[in-house]
């Protein structure tokens, strides 16, 4: 027996939303800005297509872009009772429903020569590279390697990417012919004795080609798939267009939803022309335009439609004034920093003042143009004791470059021919320079965006140094190593719900209670490589994109919204920077919104100060343990052993490894402070509720236990 539908509750609509939803089955379009409901609208058109027994849940497929966006789907239709085994909607990437087909049609196309997923493509770039006698260094592989993609999601072939390099404005690393020469040694290396490697775009392409080629496969998906749904429609690229088309035949039961004016994703071959040009695909197509934001405050909404209200061209000219629905709410507001630490510890600082006002951590987040502004970030969340989790990237630490910079200045301390007076001081930021020379770290901001994501890690990492250095000058070279492992250590993921820190990418479709864009400098947002060295536009469409960008961040919020940025990268370094381009008129100079220049002294006011000199602390291992590094501590050297066996005990039945249940760094704040109760234990950052209800008790009793035999001693 199946599990009936509910029936649709149409009033949870509003009437437009409701046609789209009551639309009979053929091809659909929702156009419509942030927020306005269209991914609750194609969730509700599936309900009702299903409880109206127009189709059944599974001969629906559902497809967004990503695995997050596709996840959120399906939660969404298991709220609407189409979540049980026998009701069980499709929804999935392009790539995930791809994957899933080829597996099953792939012996009916092409018989017993095996496949294979490849995991990364980087070493065989790498090798294609070698073969056409180009750097096979870890930046240029990489921005051949996105080349390759664009060219692949763009279905264009290896002869062919001169010509439309050129025609795209595409900046190839290298001469486009040899770019192409790579591209076409890459898909000959995929060819294998032991059969076929494929990569993501190869899964979609050999996918439409069997539905294409092979009428009994295109019969049977046919017959098994009705219905089908399109999220964020704009973001679509040529080669996913080709697999939808082959996926629908001659049909047309589509429903797409999007919003032009959030395509983010064009440097990757996606356009939002399939979803303008809909309507002249399918003249029939029921077309519904969505006004009405449920999402933001109208304080939100007026400043959304002011950010997008100046841009230009045919994507912007589809664009529609957006009506906030909800009750009034706070004024954004706008800060200026003098530097990039002194932002994010102003960042930290608000969000623990949301924070304690009853916002729960999971309903913030932090975005951000590229992923490696997420450090100062982690830092400052670290620092304030609140947790969070690095989404759509890894975080700092984790980052494959970070851990190559620290192995090479692992060995060069290791080394014994340096002078002494070269590892410490002043010389100690020239050495660490020079070590990660190699690694990326240019004297001048490379272009290309994997270079530049790369070498701002590296930069964030002298950064460090810097910051290290001005705390204790005589900072050396084993310093240094010990307080990037105690970062590290200090930073593992949290067990509990953090603050969201994302990218403005890896934010698109969803939302949060309280958003901080931060970072929203010329030179970062947009980003250098769209203007010229002197400051003029060099790509119009991609400074388009990235306006696009702040539009997609500034509609993530429900009610709280700050914008800020810094005028210079580091404390005390020069202020050249300027606020971003995309602020000018949109910031209300006049307004009481506008508190330009948030002083410093707010910021540094949150920071911890030590327990003992009563000096405000400054880095992560200090606030951890609530004193200055060279304040004496009363550590009880015994209590700190014990604490270390019942940690590794733990750890062992809990089969996770021992900084899972406390880092190093946590047990000596514990032997030093010798908490009482779950207030005092809780006080010691990296001890959240959640830890306090798995370990309190027995680290409590440790510590009382411990107490009582000190104070017997005494007597
Ligand atoms: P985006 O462009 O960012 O993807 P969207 O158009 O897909 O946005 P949704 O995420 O579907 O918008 O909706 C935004 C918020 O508004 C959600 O919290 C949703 O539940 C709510 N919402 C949508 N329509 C209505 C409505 N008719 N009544 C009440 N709330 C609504
Ligand atoms: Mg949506």
Known sequence: MMDAVPALDLAALDP??????????????VLAGAGTGKTRTITHRIAHLVSAGHVKADQVLAVTFTARAAGELRGRLRDLGLGGEANQVQARTFHAAALRQLKYFWPQVVGDVPWRLIDSKFPIVAQAANRAGLSSATDSVRDLLSEIEWAKASLIAPEDYPAAAAARHREPPYDAQRVAEVYAAYESLKTTPDGLLLDFDDLLLHTAAALEDYPAVAEEFRGR?????????????????????????ERDDLTVVGDANQTIYSFTGATPSYLLDFSRRFPEATVVRLERDYRSTPQVVSLANRVIGAARGRIAGTRLQLIGQRPDGPEPIFAEHPDVPAEAAAVASEIRRLVDGGTPASEIAVLYRINAQSESYEQSLTEAGLPYQVRGGEGFFQRAEVR???????????????????TSGESLVTLVRAVLAPVGLTTTEPTG??????????????????????????LDIL???????????????????GVTLASLHAAKGLEWDAVFLVGLADGTLPINHVMADDGSVADFAALEEERRLLYVGVTRAREYLRLSWALARTEGARRTRRRSRFLNGVVPDESPASRIAAPVVEAKGIRPTCRICAKPLIGTYATMLGRCRRCPAELDAVLLETLKEWRSEKAEALRVREFVVFTDTTLTAIAEQLPSDDGALQAIPGIGAKKIVQYGADVLAIVASRRRSTSQNRR
């Open 16 to 29: 437009e939303q409701a046609a789209a939803v009551r639309a009979p089955r053929g091809p659909v379009c």
């Open 225 to 249: 798939y009705r219905s089908f749904v399109v999220d964020e429609y704009q973001d679509v690229t040529p080669l996913q267009q080709r697999v939808l088309g082959a996926w629908l035949g």
């Open 404 to 422: 190559q910079a620290v192995s090479l200045l692992r060995q060069a301390a290791s080394r014994e021919d340096l002078p002494e007076q070269s």
């Open 449 to 474: 965006a994997q270079a530049r994501e790369r070498w701002e890690s590296l930069v964030a990492l002298v950064r460090l140094t810097e910051e290290l250095l001005g705390q204790d000058e005589s």
């Open 479 to 497: 310093g240094l190593l010990r307080e990037l492992a105690a970062r590290a250590e200090a930073r593992h993921p949290p067990t509990v719900q």
